[in-house]
T-cell receptor
């Protein structure tokens, strides 16, 4: 599965609570991405990283922050979860800056109640 | 404003027949198009791609056709098999920009 692990796989949390999703890779790839998938929207890029401590915003970054302190870990944090952030979150990794060559993790289903 | 549109949320096809999934785009500057396949509880996986300088790319049972004048691409699966039942995402890229995904089409292969 290209050495990507997302944790947790499922989470239910309450509105207003902070939530951190973790993406861990064993491929030593430089680029990592966080997407969300919602019915009627396909996949949308939240944030991405092009190296340790190097991150940038994607299409739907509001309400999310990320951190990359090590090559292998890319964390996505919802500072104060809202119901609109109920979604399936996918992490992806790629060796080059070609996003189309990325491999996806299995996803994290987050429900904010 | 959707730049990549998959207007059919779902499609049912008899096993052994041809499946045709369609995708329309609005940005004529897109130079690379992709199809991804996604099974439930799994991440999307890359299926096939096509550069804007081509009009057809074939890989086994999968063929992608690109009609630039119509801003339309399609994925043909022949013959369709039960394992092809999945959600298919069309996606497009312009230069170094990030990938733009369509909403997806759920394909059901009927026995």
């Amino acid at each position: 599965d290209a050495g990507i692990t997302q944790s947790p796989r499922h989470k239910v949390t309450e509105t207003g609570t902070p939530v951190t999703l973790r993406c861990h890779q064993t491929e030593n790839h430089r680029y990592m991405y966080w997407y969300r998938q919602d019915p009627g929207h396909g996949l949308r890029l939240i944030h991405y990283s092009y190296g340790v401590k190097d991150t940038d915003k994607g299409e739907v970054s509001d309400g999310y922050s990320v951190s990359r302190s090590k090559t292998e870990d890319f964390l996505l944090t919802l500072e104060s979860a809202t119901s609109s952030q109920t979604s399936v979150y996918f992490c992806a990794i790629s060796e080059s800056d070609r996003e189309d060559e990325a491999f996806f993790g299995q996803g994290t289903r987050l429900t904010v109640v | 404003d959707q730049q990549v549109k998959q207007n059919s949320p779902s499609l049912s096809v008899q096993e052994g027949r041809i499946s045709i999934l369609n995708c329309d785009y609005t940005n004529s500057m897109f130079d690379y198009f992709l199809w991804y396949k996604k099974y439930p509880a799994e991440g999307p996986t890359f299926l096939i791609s096509i550069s804007s300088i081509k009009d057809k790319n074939e890989d086994g049972r999968f063929t992608v056709f690109l009609n630039k004048s119509a801003k339309h691409l399609s994925l043909h699966i022949v013959p369709s098999q039960p394992g092809d039942s999945a959600v298919y995402f069309c996606a497009a890229i312009k230069g170094d920009d990030k990938i733009i995904f369509g909403k997806g089409t759920r394909l059901h292969i009927l026995p």
